[in-house]
């Protein structure tokens, strides 16, 4: 044994302590990279994913949209025609009051009415402002009552046209403008003839007594 050479070892030198360290510490960093480098990949992934999620999400939710909007603009242009169908199509109304008027002014055509007997009055008094004075018998009559006469006749009568115009025009309705799906009902088919037949009874009535064809005016005698 080389009685120089140390028994125990000695502690390592200050340059050696240092190589030692810096060897750890190289040997450190490349765990830290991939450390650093697995947390940025894992960052990114999930980020990829989350916005594919997102976008998939929006798509879908912008398809389920375009769908509804598009059922509702089906469903609007179907309601649409329906309304228009509806529109045109007439209800009848019309002709059924008609009917109802024009029986009406046939019985007013038979029975006579306030304006006739106004008119009546009318008459008359001109009648009697005229023979006043002085007239004969004849003149009286036909001033006072025969005037008066005409006059009722002549109002029933337009009351007995009147009648006639508006039952046939109900009846011939349904022949103009768009056809109805409907017939016309039988009640306004019987009003309107009603009231036409009694518009031909009022009138025929009317032109017989204003021409003195029903009933001639009373004649004055040669005694009076």
Known sequence: MNPRTPTNPTAPTDSEASEVSAAADASDVPHASDASGAEEAVTKKAAAEGTSYDLDKVTGDAVTEDGAEEGDGDEDLDLDGLDDE??????????????????????????????????????????????????????????????????????????????????????????????????????VRAVATAGIVLGVLGLLISVGMYFDLIVALPTATAAQ
């Open 86 to 187: 509806s529109a045109k199509e007439p209800s009848g109304l019309g002709a059924a009051a008609a009917a109802v008027v024009a029986a009406g002014l046939g019985v007013v055509a038979l029975t006579g009415s306030w304006t006739g007997k106004v008119a009546a009055e009318r008459e008359t008094l001109i009648g009697q402002i005229k023979t006043s004075g002085g007239g004969t018998a004849a003149q009286q009559i036909s001033e006072i009552y025969g005037d008066a006469w005409h006059s009722t006749a002549l109002v029933n009568g337009l009351f007995a046209l009147l009648a006639l115009l508006v039952g046939i025009f109900a009846l011939v309705r349904p022949a103009f403008g768009v056809p109805s799906a409907q017939p016309q009902p039988g009640w």
